[in-house]
């Protein structure tokens, strides 16, 4: 009963917050604990929801570094290297929201299954 309760808690939130804040490692245990814990439809939906936050804060990384690219291709006294660099961390950041963007939609199946 007290795990379903602080599960519950750590679910609402999750989904109350609209923004994910920067990662610590209080932050990074609790995100396992939550996904340990997640056992309901709703915890699972809450978990799905987190991940969406994250893949938008990925996309947002991913503009920044192209934006950045485009700043460094305008430059004439910038190293083709210092674009390419953006442009790759830009990559990064679009796989690492696609990778969220997967973890949300299995969150999304299991609560599916999932007691409500």
Request: aromatic share 4%; with cysteine; charged share 25%.
């Amino acid at each position: 009963m007290k795990n379903g309760l602080v599960a519950t808690l750590i679910s609402a939130m999750l989904v109350a917050s609209g923004t994910v804040l920067a990662q610590s490692d209080d932050e990074t245990g609790l995100e396992h604990l939550v996904i340990e814990m997640a056992t309901t439809s709703a915890q699972h939906h809450a978990v799905a929801d987190h991940y969406v936050a994250k893949a938008e804060e990925a996309r947002q990384e991913m503009r920044r570094h192209e934006s950045m690219a485009r700043a460094y291709g305008r430059s004439r006294t910038a190293q083709p290297q210092m674009r390419n660099h953006c442009l790759q961390l830009a990559e990064n950041y679009e796989q690492i929201a696609a990778e969220y963007d997967e973890l949300a939609k299995l969150h999304e199946q299991e609560a599916i299954h999932a007691p409500q």
